[in-house]
């Protein structure tokens, strides 16, 4: 595949508004004159039709390695940066234990706000039982406003929004849990789970496109 101009693409959906997905798949294109292996570093996907896309960031490293590549006459470059964004920590959860992807807070469009980001809209996941206690707790309140988004209020009156993914997971956003006290967030460590790179959901259209949706 020949790429003659990289462009960004700054939208989780395509121009046909069908959602795409955060892929790793080992993927080689010629782009500048230079062989270019993507190994591991993330890019945007139609699974459906198997176009690509590419983040902001992947075309900035992209772009890098291939000016370096060409500086050192070489014919090929393999690019493997998501290491250094998987050893990072946010500033926001210094002192939680919570279970999350720098990746997908700088690679799925609309969550990086600023440079240096303190990572607030980062997905944190959990198992979907993790909605329960807060349905029949007397303390706590959830408000389903449509299948895929709502709200928790929690005991001390903090509202903290969800969604639930493709999958049936439940996200949140980092930046909203890492506040709350002690005790619930020792019941979100017990339900967290491992990063999902799925946020499709009313939840981000909701929060990241500032659509309205209103009670189911």
């Known amino acids: 595949m020949v790429i003659d101009q990289l462009s960004s693409h700054n939208s989780y959906f395509d121009g046909d508004g069908t959602p795409l997905q955060l892929c790793f798949d080992k993927r080689s294109f010629q782009y500048a004159g230079v062989r270019v292996v993507l ?37 090929g ?28 807070h700088f690679f799925i ?21 993790v909605l329960l206690k807060y349905e029949h707790s007397e303390s706590c309140n959830l408000d389903q406003t449509t ?24 996200v949140m956003w980092l930046g909203d849990i890492v506040s709350l006290s002690e005790q619930e967030k020792q019941y979100l460590y017990s339900e967290n789970i491992d990063p999902q790179y799925d946020l499709h ?15 189911i």
Not at 44 to 69: D, M, Y
Not at 81 to 103: C, D, E, L
Request: aromatic share 12%; proline share 7%.
């Open 147 to 170: 299948p895929s988004a709502g709200s928790i209020q929690v005991k001390g009156g903090e509202t903290i929004p969800y969604g639930i993914n493709q999958s049936g997971s439940v």
């Open 39 to 75: 190994n591991t570093l993330p890019y945007l996907i139609n699974r459906w039709t198997g176009e690509i896309f590419f983040p902001a960031p992947s075309v900035a490293i992209i772009e890098k390695e291939v000016v370096r590549a060409k500086e050192s006459k070489r014919s």
């Open 109 to 129: 469009p609309g969550l990086l706000r600023g440079i240096p980001s303190d990572g607030y809209l980062t997905p944190t996941y959990f198992n979907k039982d």
């Open 201 to 215: 959901s009313d939840f981000y259209n909701s929060q990241i496109l500032g659509e309205w949706f209103g009670a």
């Open 77 to 104: 470059v393999t690019v493997n940066q998501v290491g250094r964004f998987s050893r990072g920590k946010f500033p926001v959860a210094v002192g939680t234990r919570f279970k999350y992807s720098v990746i997908e």
